[in-house]
């Protein structure tokens, strides 16, 4: 069950335009496709074999370029509007410049060294880890500065209304945990031989004949929760050692195997604070390239978890401390001209960074920065998929009731969405005719009769009508019934 987070707005480091179903509606050949992703390796190899093709054909290919984790980014500012801070950007780089930089560097760019991203508008997408580099010279020039900056920053210093700056920090944290995660597999798991990246860098291959494992890009699925107190409209936030001062957040824990993630909520609730939790209802989930890079891509999975005690333990190996919030007190730490100000003294840290001057602040320093006032608490910004699960119960409240397939029966009664709909048509009949009638949907319910209707649920106008209808009248197939 989904609550109060509309799925029309991705999280950050989702909705990567360049894979899955976004990229898939802007070409001709799906970019995930074994046939688009063979037509891709072969145009990048041709073009590296050949110097003039490449000046001729090379504006339909782009490279990402890496160093360390951080991407290469650039930035601009137009200070004539002060209210606008800077604005940053991926600094997409030719095949030219980039074999150029490798030739400096006594080496040879070769296809196996590029990461396949995926391709949009006739454009194809890679990136290329420089680590390795003894980089004579460098990227930009005087006019277009750039620098390799860290996820992290990048990640704060987005501009979260801003949908192509949040489609750059997931095409960035996408092409992050593909080369973090090569780095990693080197060498085979099971022999120990050298492996070798295949298919454009979506796989690795162990090199020894005997062997021939294959490997693919890890991820490390989390359960992050926020635990509520029902009865009281409270809900518990804890904190680290590692958090900045003054930050609280949701509990969060890895999955073990052979554990579903509900038993996850309930045992990591359990270990950390010591509170039994009931029931379980997920709210949504995020990738999250920013982590160790022992774990170059965590998948975090969102929760509202119930509490059916409430008396806190706090495991001191675990945590800091742990403490009920109530919904008044958590609403101010959701103030949100405090992440608007974090957001644009970050993105000044980008330009400072481009420009060679880099600003030594942390996150905790962004806050409050323009008054000098420092909020008593504060949750993790927008950012973060534990900001979207606090801010859901603080602005919207999570209610859940479990309903018999009889009552549901009820609700869905047909001649209730009927009169509704009559009755919405005699509205826009009157509404053309010049008068405007106040009835709002609830009231279009038994319109006729006079009576209201104990419950219902959404009209057939929705999706949701036809998950509850399709159960209720059908059952659902499989493990759940």
Known sequence: MESGYSTSRHHTFAGNPLIGAAAASSA?????????????????????????????????????????????????????????????????????????????????????????LGQRNEVVYWALDFTDLNLVSQFGSEERKNAYVELRTLMVAADWSDENAM???????????????????????????????????????????????SFYPRVDPVVIMLVIDKANDRALLSRQSRFVPRMWSCLAGFIEPGESLEEAVRRETQEEVGIEVGEVIYHSSQPWPVGPSSMPCQL??????????????????????????????????????????????????????????????????????????????????????????????????????????EDVKKALTFAEYKKAQRTSTFRVHHICGGVEKGQGLASDFNVETGELAPMFVPGPFAIAHHLISSWANEGVGGLVS
């Open 300 to 405: 975090m999975v969102g929760f509202f978890a119930f509490a059916k005690s409430f008396d806190i333990c706090v495991d001191k190996n675990e945590l800091e401390d742990a403490q009920w919030h109530s919904r008044e007190d958590v609403k101010k730490a959701l103030t949100f001209a405090e992440y608007k100000k974090a957001q644009r003294t970050s993105a000044f840290r980008v330009h400072h960074i481009c420009g060679g001057v880099e600003k030594g602040q942390g996150l905790a320093s962004d806050f409050n920065v323009e008054t000098g006032e420092l909020a008593p608490m504060f949750v993790p910004g927008p950012f973060a998929i534990a900001h979207h699960l606090i801010s859901s119960w603080a602005n919207e409240g999570v209610d859940a009731q479990w309903h018999s397939r």
């Open 167 to 213: 489609g750059e920090i997931s095409i960035a944290g996408h092409a992050r945990a593909i080369l973090e995660w090569h780095g990693l597999c080197q060498f085979c798991g099971r022999c120990g031989t050298k492996t070798s990246p295949q298919k454009a860098g979506k796989r690795r291959h162990c090199q020894n004949d005997s062997c021939k494992k």
């Open 28 to 116: 001709s050949v799906p970019s995930d496709s074994d046939d688009g992703l063979e037509s891709a390796v072969a145009s990048i190899r041709n073009l590296l074999a050949d110097t003039a093709e490449e000046e001729a054909a090379g504006s339909g290919i782009r490279i990402l370029p890496f160093r360390h984790g951080k991407p290469l980014v650039e930035s601009s500012y137009a200070s004539t509007n002060s209210d606008e801070g800077p604005t940053w950007r991926l600094a997409w780089q030719s095949v030219h410049k980039c074999r150029e930089l490798f030739e400096a560097s006594g080496l040879k760019l070769g296809g196996e060294s590029l990461v396949y």
